[in-house]
């Protein structure tokens, strides 16, 4: 009885001293006044989450499902209130559709080059050499093995190679890409990274 009791009051005080010290925590990532970054949110994912969760696959929980388990962790892993927009915007990206993702965008014309392209969204995770800048990212080399027809369905639907603990979100986790600007990407990809 005594043991049980010392229990109740230990989780009381440290919900209390939880409160007092990070009082903003509840609602850090709903913070509407400030968005997450997808590419820092990749990075973030794979520095804090990777070493306890194995990279689990962010299509694994729904949108309104990742919250709670963010908030959550925040507490847990130490996190900064940006750092788990980040990490949020990363993981919700991961669970846009086809349609989601299309939807009222011009997908014939790109206004800028495959190369840029590259280093605003796919550097994060890819890398600038193209061996993959985190864990569960796997090398150019093994995946330019395939046709265009394959990669420009990995990049659109998102992608895990087997094996891998990392899934690539679809579009790259930016939706805003145009069929067209996927294309420019993997022609940029094949002229730097297939040699």
Same mark, same amino acid.
């Given at each position: 009885?005594?043991n049980c009791k010392h229990e109740n009051i230990f989780y009381t005080c440290s919900l209390i001293f939880s409160l #007092?010290?990070?009082?903003? $925590?509840?609602?850090?990532?709903?913070? +509407? +006044?400030?968005?997450?970054?997808?590419? /820092?949110?990749?990075?973030?994912?794979?520095?804090?989450?990777?070493?306890? =969760?194995?990279?689990?696959?962010?299509?694994? $929980?729904?949108?309104?499902?990742?919250?709670?388990?963010? @908030?959550?962790?925040?507490?847990? %892993?130490?996190?900064? !209130?940006?750092?788990?927009?980040?990490?949020?915007?990363?993981?919700? +990206? +991961?669970?846009?559709?086809?349609?989601? %993702? *299309? %939807?009222? /965008?011009?997908?014939?014309?790109?206004?800028? *080059?495959?190369?840029?392209?590259?280093? @605003?969204?796919? #550097?994060?995770?890819?890398?600038?050499?193209?061996? !993959?800048?985190?864990p569960g990212v796997s090398d150019f080399k093994e995946r330019l093995s395939k046709s265009d027809e394959i990669l $420009?369905? =990995?990049?659109?639907?998102? $992608?895990?190679?087997?094996?891998?603990?990392?899934?690539?979100?679809?579009? !790259?986790?930016?939706?805003?890409?145009?069929?067209?600007?996927? /294309?420019? #990407?993997?022609?940029?990809?094949?002229?730097?990274y297939g040699q």
């Open positions: 009885m005594i #007092v010290l990070y009082p903003g $925590f509840i609602n850090a990532a709903e913070d +509407s +006044s400030k968005t997450g970054d997808i590419n /820092r949110g990749a990075q973030q994912w794979a520095n804090n989450c990777a070493r306890c =969760h194995n990279m689990r696959d962010p299509k694994e $929980f729904r949108d309104d499902e990742w919250k709670p388990i963010v @908030q959550h962790m925040r507490i847990r %892993a130490g996190l900064t !209130g940006q750092q788990v927009r980040d990490i949020l915007t990363f993981l919700q +990206s +991961s669970n846009y559709t086809v349609a989601t %993702a *299309s %939807a009222g /965008r011009n997908t014939d014309s790109t206004a800028i *080059s495959g190369e840029q392209i590259y280093k @605003q969204t796919c #550097v994060a995770c890819h890398g600038t050499d193209g061996k !993959g800048a985190i $420009f369905q =990995h990049v659109i639907e998102g $992608f895990q190679s087997p094996g891998s603990p990392m899934a690539m979100p679809p579009r !790259g986790g930016n939706p805003n890409l145009s069929d067209q600007d996927i /294309r420019e #990407v993997l022609s940029y990809i094949r002229k730097t």
